[in-house]
């Protein structure tokens, strides 16, 4: 026996997770302590897949082409590095050709050591007519006979943004055939809040921090942004002359539209995963309580009734029956579930100061920050954590930050967490895969908080 | 909310009780003729009683120390007050000019003393124009309606707070045109979406404290600012509870 006690307990769960994310493997360090249990095949999760990104081969040598290619090369690496699911070959491995096409493409330089590579990502860039043309393959080393597992050609327009996105959908289309059939997150988008000037606003990042540009310019302080699933409309808490209103801007046309002001506080919006329905926090009977209403705001209902905060829902996005929500009904903030008719309340978290939920994609999670030793004079390490919803089993992703962690959201494969961290006087983003692991930050300036990532 | 609700109910019972007495009081005194054509006991004593005040004219939102001395009495209320000791003193902030009413109950009958405290309200500036005129600055404002501040993670109302309510419910009720933002703030730790859901919890208490004083809810209007908003951004003791407070600002 050689793993104490509060390690065991968590096991099972980070095999569930590892699960989840199919062949996110876990960390090396904790597969080599698994001494004295007994996993299948699939629990303890696949290896990761070794793959090989070749630098594209320009087919001009001047400098805006070259310039693309090293953009698109950058980025595909980028994104094959964080998807979670490879063993990505370091740059100062692979074989320095730079094949463009299939003639040009040796597989036996690329399999042999020391790149060691399964699979290999290679082709071509050129700029013509204003257009970005990339051609791009993915090879299988040990298939002789027939290694092209995948062949596209991608053309947008001339640009640093064009550029970076033509490699998101060639990585995304990697990450779809090798991540067991998940779509990759390479062109998901990150919403957040960027303070300046005494005013917040929301601003959209790509899901690597790239490509920031400010959404809403409402001159005031503004909170929580949740895009809808389908990526049409933006929600989020607003600060006026009354008070806090939920607010929605729509993506589409540019715009604020119109969502009933109800009176009272109102913050933390949530879109259900059908789009039909919006749950937030509301004061409007004088105690902030968590109601339900359709995705116009209208046919609104209440379904917490008890003295103390409730705030923070989120909807279970496979099923859009129940909710998770924090409330303060008990003293300090707990992490509860509930049926979205209110029924069969649950508490999840036994202590402490809990906040901030948010759902997995499959259903079976919720990440939340958590201060487990919180009071005064208390360290009050705040955290991200993962609670397992069917044994109440949780395992802490961040340690020792440096800062306190909060707003932790899922990526659309589940494979991914974003959170905040705040140090008390500068606040970022950070990313991570839903085990802890491949943690770095997304924004700098210290400005950056709350962020929710797109549904795909 | 629960322990501010309790203390606030526990108040107005006490109130209650206090009024029993004193009704409990007059009826003892129609009782005893009937006691004392039954048993004929020793002839008692009629009780005596002084009440004074200093100083008897005040500015409004300062005190006065009213005393009494009674003689002979074995009960003595205090109209306002309520049940008093047989001699002693108390501070009192009346918001307007006010009668200070003492009553002394003993076996010989009761008596009565009164004091006048006189309210120097400030003069009410008239403005050529309509509006709310009653008032007269900010600085007035919040020399009279303090914020009120909070404990760590609690929206309950403190023994300190509810002195500042009850006189801000005085000054409110002294200038009825009067309206008031309460805004709720929260120290910096913590979750910003719970903390701004706290935040009106607190401004909610302060609003409720000021209701229960007598000042109507439909001057009052609630605004959280959570962790938004800081009076001050140290991260230390003195500077967390400036900012878990209840602010009271005039809502033009």
């Known amino acids: 026996m050689t793993l104490h006690t509060p390690a065991r307990r968590q096991w099972p769960l980070l095999a569930a997770l590892a699960l989840l994310a199919l062949a996110t493997a876990l960390p090396r360090t904790a597969r080599a302590q698994d001494d004295d249990h007994v996993f299948t095949s699939t629990s303890t999760g696949v290896d990761r897949i070794r793959i090989a990104a070749a630098g594209f081969k320009p087919l001009a040598t001047d400098a805006t082409t070259t310039g693309y290619k090293h953009l698109f090369d950058n980025t595909l690496y980028s994104d094959l590095n964080s998807a979670g699911i490879f063993d990505l070959v370091s740059q100062s491995l692979a074989p320095m050709a730079t094949p463009g096409t299939p003639a040009e493409m040796v597989v036996a330089q690329w399999s042999a050591a020391p790149a060691n590579a399964a699979m290999v990502a290679f082709g071509s860039l050129n700029v013509t007519g204003g257009n970005v043309v990339v051609n791009g393959w993915l090879y299988d080393t040990k298939n002789t006979v027939d290694p092209k597992v995948l062949g596209q050609q991608y053309s947008e327009p001339a640009s640093d943004e064009d550029t970076r996105h033509i490699a998101h959908e060639f990585a995304d289309e990697i990450i779809l055939r090798l991540g067991g059939g998940l779509p990759g997150i390479a062109e998901t988008h990150i919403f957040y809040v960027s303070a300046h000037g005494g005013n917040k606003e929301i601003w959209e990042m790509d899901y690597d921090g790239q490509s920031a540009h400010q959404i809403t310019h409402l001159d005031t302080i503004t909170l929580s942004p949740r895009?809808?699933?389908?990526?049409?409309?933006?929600?989020?808490?607003?600060?006026?002359?009354?008070?806090?209103?939920?607010?929605?801007?729509?993506?589409?046309?540019?715009?604020?539209?119109?969502?009933?002001?109800?009176?009272?506080?109102?913050?933390?919006?949530?879109?259900?995963?059908?789009?039909?329905?919006?749950?937030?926090?509301?004061?409007?009977?004088?105690?902030?309580?968590?109601?339900?209403?359709?995705?116009?705001?209208?046919?609104?209902?209440?379904?917490?009734?008890?003295?103390?905060?409730?705030?923070?829902?989120?909807?279970?996005?496979?099923?859009?029956?129940?909710?998770?929500?924090?409330?303060?009904?008990?003293?300090?903030?707990?992490?509860?579930?509930?049926?979205?008719?209110?029924?069969?309340?649950?508490?999840?978290?036994?202590?402490?100061?809990?906040?901030?939920?948010?759902?997995?994609?499959?259903?079976?999670?919720?990440?939340?920050?958590?201060?487990?030793?919180?009071?005064?004079?208390?360290?009050?390490?705040?955290?991200?954590?993962?609670?397992?919803?069917?044994?109440?089993?949780?395992?802490?992703?961040?340690?020792?930050?440096?800062?306190?962690?909060?707003?932790?959201?899922?990526?659309?494969?589940?494979?991914?967490?974003?959170?905040?961290?705040?140090?008390?006087?500068?606040?970022?983003?950070?990313?991570?895969?839903?085990?802890?692991?491949?943690?770095?930050?997304?924004?700098?300036?210290?400005?950056?908080?709350?962020?929710?990532?797109?549904?795909? | 909310m629960n322990l501010t609700q309790r203390s606030?109910?526990?108040?107005?019972?006490?109130?209650?009780?206090?009024?029993?007495?004193?009704?409990?009081?007059?009826?003892?005194?129609?009782?005893?003729?009937?006691?004392?054509?039954?048993?004929?006991?020793?002839?008692?004593?009629?009780?005596?009683?002084?009440?004074?005040?200093?100083?008897?004219?005040?500015?409004?939102?300062?005190?006065?120390?009213?005393?009494?001395?009674?003689?002979?009495?074995?009960?003595?209320?205090?109209?306002?007050?309520?049940?008093?000791?047989?001699?002693?003193?108390?501070?009192?902030?009346?918001?307007?000019?006010?009668?200070?009413?003492?009553?002394?109950?003993?076996?010989?009958?009761?008596?009565?003393?009164?004091?006048?405290?006189?309210?120097?309200?400030?003069?009410?500036?008239?403005?050529?124009?309509?509006?709310?005129?009653?008032?007269?600055?900010?600085?007035?404002?919040?020399?009279?309606?303090?914020?009120?501040?909070?404990?760590?993670?609690?929206?309950?109302?403190?023994?300190?707070?509810?002195?500042?309510?009850?006189?801000?419910?005085?000054?409110?009720?002294?200038?009825?045109?009067?309206?008031?933002?309460?805004?709720?703030?929260c120290d910096d730790r913590g979750s910003a979406e719970y903390n701004l859901a706290l935040g009106e919890t607190r401004a909610n208490a302060a609003k409720d404290a000021l209701v229960t004083a007598g000042v109507a809810a439909s001057r009052l209007r609630v605004i959280s600012y959570g962790k938004e908003k800081q009076f001050c951004t140290d991260e230390d003791d003195a500077c967390w509870q400036q900012n878990r407070r209840a602010q009271f600002s005039l809502d033009r």
């Open chain 1, 227 to 456: 895009i809808s699933p389908d990526g049409n409309r933006l929600a989020f808490a607003s600060l006026g002359h009354d008070g806090w209103n939920i607010r929605v801007f729509s993506m589409l046309l540019g715009r604020m539209v119109s969502f009933p002001a109800i009176g009272g506080t109102n913050l933390s919006p949530a879109w259900s995963s059908d789009g039909r329905s919006i749950a937030f926090s509301s004061s409007r009977s004088g105690d902030p309580e968590i109601y339900i209403g359709d995705e116009a705001g209208n046919n609104l209902r209440r379904v917490t009734a008890y003295r103390g905060p409730d705030v923070s829902p989120v909807w279970n996005p496979r099923t859009n029956s129940q909710i998770a929500w924090i409330s303060g009904r008990t003293g300090l903030p707990q992490l509860y579930i509930m049926d979205s008719d209110g029924t069969n309340v649950q508490r999840m978290t036994d202590g402490g100061y809990a906040t901030s939920p948010s759902w997995s994609p499959n259903g079976q999670f919720l990440a939340f920050a958590w201060d487990r030793k919180y009071g005064p004079g208390a360290p009050g390490g705040q955290d991200i954590y993962v609670m397992e919803i069917a044994t109440k089993r949780w395992i802490q992703l961040t340690h020792d930050t440096g800062g306190r962690c909060d707003f932790p959201s899922w990526s659309p494969d589940g494979r991914h967490i974003v959170f905040e961290s705040d140090s008390g006087k500068s606040s970022d983003i950070w990313t991570m895969l839903a085990d802890g692991t491949g943690r770095h930050k997304l924004t700098v300036g210290g400005t950056s908080t709350m962020p929710n990532w797109s549904w795909k």
């Open chain 2, 8 to 185: 606030f109910r526990t108040f107005t019972q006490i109130a209650a009780l206090a009024t029993i007495a004193g009704l409990a009081g007059c009826h003892h005194k129609t009782a005893a003729p009937v006691d004392t054509s039954q048993y004929t006991p020793p002839p008692a004593t009629a009780p005596t009683a002084t009440l004074t005040a200093d100083p008897v004219a005040i500015d409004l939102g300062q005190s006065v120390v009213l005393n009494w001395r009674t003689q002979n009495a074995t009960a003595v209320t205090i109209d306002g007050i309520g049940s008093v000791n047989v001699n002693g003193t108390s501070t009192a902030s009346p918001s307007t000019s006010t009668n200070f009413h003492l009553t002394a109950t003993g076996p010989g009958g009761s008596t009565e003393a009164n004091v006048r405290v006189t309210v120097r309200i400030p003069e009410v500036p008239t403005a050529p124009v309509a509006g709310p005129t009653d008032m007269t600055d900010d600085a007035l404002f919040h020399q009279n309606v303090q914020d009120v501040f909070f404990d760590y993670d609690s929206a309950d109302i403190r023994a300190d707070a509810a002195t500042s309510i009850t006189q801000a419910a005085a000054f409110l009720t002294a200038h009825p045109s009067a309206k008031v933002l309460i805004g709720g703030y």
